[in-house]
RNA sequence: GGGCAGAUACUCAAGUGGCCAACGAGGGCAGACUGUAAAUCUGCUGGUGUACACCUUCGGAGGUUCGAAUCCUCCUCUGCCCA
């Protein structure tokens, strides 16, 4: 095991807040001279099932941590997800069910396992402990905490001043995720920079169970490829982790130049030296911003699916988009015998558009296409002896075959 | 418990009896320009019909009216003030 020292330069990488820092030293030190690894808390909500690189910052921490010979509890919230973390939220978001959390929970496990070392991961859902707490338990917890310390959040802060409601059980989401700490005793708890308040939640509340408190560190929290709002399902604008690297590497090519180096950072881990020169070559201009970000998109698509994988998607985009061929693959789709042939119809049946009208408007504005010449007329027939490729904006291809 | 204000499409937000499928902004989609970048410009953005048209929509349920998102009644939800 490396020195508390050596590690701590691993540990500090791309990290925002690491508090308190001597705490840390401290335990790592305890942690060598006893040959005893830490134990590194990272909660996760399973309130929709899709986890994306945005989440992989803080689980790249993590498996850097299980590098050093440490373990990861990953704590699925099965629980605490029914309750829904407000952070950052201007509303009261609507409950889940258990069923809903722990069915969401298996896949997160699955789609964590592609960063983290799973020999070195402990996996617990916080319903075994918090689901067994009585009202007097939960009760007890409440007690330790005041009103004015919970109102010091920002967002809850706002909230208030801005008229919205906040329910009370809301208040409870930093409590319970307080109590895992106490539960799976945290030595180091993890997060994005917004959980900064619900981990030190946790410091107050291990303390006051008796517990040594933990430490926290915190992520930067990844922009979508929009560059603008941070990467959430919800908003569209995330790269998953499950997604295929042909998508990986497309989706981040569409990321504003200014995010290049970020995602070189923070989606790849880079070293330090390489995300200087690439900085210095973007602002001298020797660097062409697009070539930089063929490279980052490479990388990211072959972090997840391998060198192979990230060279194929680049082939394949420069085919689609500079090229302006049609995709490697094209899924095909069967048109009935009797089914209508005309291009608004296809489109709808095709899942390209919602509603006829929607079909027609992208008819009328130039942007569907069969077999790579525009059709510009709603009323149009395609003729289908033949399999033809239809083509909706920059992305969408199917493949129309008679059944 | 009492008083006041509010609920409009994905979001914010106009509209206070017919001119409203509902101003505007954001978002989204498409096109031009590009590097599937940004910025910019253009068009579209409830459903069905090629169009005049019709259907569903303005928290919910009723009612008044030839006609309601707009008026009345009750209900639900939210915020503020007082207790």
């Known amino acids: 095991m490396r020195s508390a020292k050596e590690q701590l330069v691993t540990i500090r990488q791309n990290v925002v807040d690491l508090l308190p820092e001597e705490d840390l030293i401290r335990k ?14 990272l909660g996760l909500d399973p309130s929709r099932p899709d986890i994306h690189i945005g989440h992989a910052v803080v689980l790249s921490k993590l498996r850097q941590f299980q590098d050093l010979g440490h373990t990861v509890v990953l704590i699925i919230g099965d629980f605490t997800a029914m309750i829904g973390d407000p952070t950052g939220k201007s509303k009261t978001r609507p409950a889940l069910t258990l069923d809903e959390t722990r069915e969401n929970g298996k896949t997160y496990v699955d789609q964590a396992s592609r960063v983290l070392d799973m020999t070195r991961t402990e996996v617990v859902y916080n319903s075994q402990w918090l689901d067994q707490m009585s009202f007097k338990d939960v009760i007890a917890l409440t007690s330790k905490y005041t009103v004015a310390q919970i109102l010091e959040r920002d967002d809850f802060t706002k909230r208030y001043r801005g008229g919205e409601p906040i329910s009370v059980h809301e208040f409870l989401y930093p409590l319970s995720q307080a109590y895992d700490s106490v539960a799976v005793r945290s030595d180091i708890e993890l997060g994005g920079t917004d ?47 499950t997604d295929s ?57 072959a972090r997840y699916h391998g060198v192979e994988a990230g060279n194929d998607a680049f082939a394949e985009f420069e085919r689609v988009f500079v090229k302006k061929s049609v995709p490697d693959e094209v899924p095909d789709f069967a048109v009935g015998a009797d089914d209508p042939t005309d291009i608004v119809n296809l489109l709808v049946a095709a899942g390209f558009s919602t509603s006829k009208g929607e079909a027609r408007r992208l008819v009328t504005q130039g942007g569907v296409s069969v077999d790579g010449e525009k059709i510009t007329d709603p009323a149009a027939i395609v003729d289908l002896h033949n399999p033809r490729i239809l083509r909706a904006g920059k992305l969408r291809f199917i493949r129309l075959i008679r059944a």
């Open 195 to 241: 959980q900064k308040f619900n981990l030190l939640v946790g410091r107050e509340i291990m303390r006051a169970y008796g517990h040594e408190p933990q430490c926290i560190l915190t992520m930067p929290i990844l922009e979508g490829t929009d560059g603008v709002e941070k990467m959430s399902k919800s908003l569209g604008n995330y790269i998953g982790l």
């Open 245 to 301: 690297a042909k998508d990986m590497f497309g989706k981040t090519m569409s990321i504003p130049d200014t995010l290049i180096s970020k995602y070189l950072r923070y989606a790849c881990f880079a070293d330090e030296a390489e995300i200087i020169t690439l900085e210095k070559g973007l602002s001298d201009g020797s660097v062409h911003p697009r070539n930089a970000k063929v490279d980052v998109a490479k990388r990211i698509a």
């Open 28 to 41: 790592l030190e305890r942690s060598v001279s006893t040959s005893t690894p830490l134990r590194v808390k």
